[in-house]
């Protein structure tokens, strides 16, 4: 069945580079888009989030990159920082439903000090 | 403002036991979403609340699994007879109505099943 997923399931940074999270999806209805960020033993955080009207939206320190044509999203944080050791998910709402999420397996992202 | 709690924390229950997982959404949240969490993987869905009402079951795993929200504010998450395999994270989740994709999670339940 069409899915989300990942293409690299860990990162490793140094303390005040960029990181880039990536992530594939294959539902072409699909029309929102989350980042969620997991601590260990924590529930998912909400980062951002996208519609698919748009391809760029910036937070504070993290910007998503839409790219509907070859169904890619992307999550860039800035100036990457100990606390943002995690586990990273996209989600997405299947289309057709609006509150379904579908979420793909994660990357673990670790900042080395 | 206070956020989607859960209780408890961790469970831990002999196969063959009943369960019951506790979710008090974010005040003013009128929908509810309860998944679960695989060790290493994405959560899943299982089900969701319109107020009291339990508008999609579809990802409940099966008939032991039973969810409820009387008055349209807590629910919980009911697993009969549990087995090994129901072990893992149950997540409850909320939104407004007007942005029901955008959903904020609490800590969640991590089950064990001996």
């Known amino acids: 069945g069409e899915s989300v997923g990942l293409h690299l399931p860990t990162l490793s940074v140094q303390e005040g580079d960029n990181s880039i999270i990536n992530c594939a999806y294959s539902n072409s209805a699909s029309d929102y888009f989350i980042w969620y960020k997991q601590e260990s033993g924590k529930g998912p955080q909400f980062i951002i989030d996208i519609r698919s009207n748009m391809d760029k939206r910036q937070g504070q320190r993290v910007t998503v990159l839409l790219n509907k044509t070859v169904k890619h999203l992307s999550l860039q944080i800035a100036a990457t920082q100990p606390g943002d050791s995690a586990v990273y998910f996209c989600?997405?709402?299947?289309?057709?439903?609006?509150?379904?999420?579908?979420f793909g397996k994660g990357t673990l992202l670790t900042v080395n000090p | 403002g206070a956020g989607v709690s859960q209780s408890p924390r961790y469970k831990v229950a002999k196969r063959g036991q009943d369960v019951a997982l506790r979710c008090d959404p974010i005040s003013g949240h009128v929908s509810l979403f309860w998944y679960q969490q695989a060790l290493g993987q994405g959560p899943e869905f299982l089900t969701y609340f319109q107020n009291e009402a339990q508008l999609d079951k579809s990802g409940l795993p099966s008939d032991r699994f039973f969810a409820e929200r009387p008055e349209g504010s807590v629910s919980t998450l009911k697993i009969q007879r549990t087995q090994q395999e129901d072990s893992a994270v149950y997540l409850c989740?909320?939104?407004?109505?007007?942005?029901?994709?955008?959903?904020?999670f609490g800590p969640g339940t991590r089950l064990l099943v001996l």
């Open positions: 989740a909320s939104s407004t109505d007007r942005r029901l994709e955008t959903q904020y």
């Open positions: 989600a997405e709402n299947s289309g057709g439903s609006n509150y379904k999420l579908t």
